[in-house]
């Protein structure tokens, strides 16, 4: 991953669905980020210790910082 230089609203897409599940505005991203700064930061993202051991996600470096984060109703 890198970070983003883009800022505005974007959709929030739920994986492997293709559903729109909510709306949220991108204020900026912070990284590169050590393994062990996205292991202290998990309450912020929810992914777990053992998906960051999987070779396929410690590819992702940066954390976009977003507000605004909207639902949107089922």
Known sequence: ????NLRGTIAL???GSGSVVGIADV?????PLT???RLA???R???SASTWQDIQF???EYAWVLGNVTPLAN
Not at 1 to 4: E, G, L, Y
Not at 27 to 31: A, E, R, Y
């Open 1 to 4: 991953s890198t970070a983003i």
């Open 13 to 15: 897409i739920k994986a």
């Open 27 to 31: 204020l900026g991203s912070v990284g």
């Open 35 to 37: 393994i062990e700064e």
């Open 41 to 43: 930061t998990e309450h």
């Open 45 to 47: 993202h929810c992914v």
């Open 58 to 60: 410690q590819k992702y």
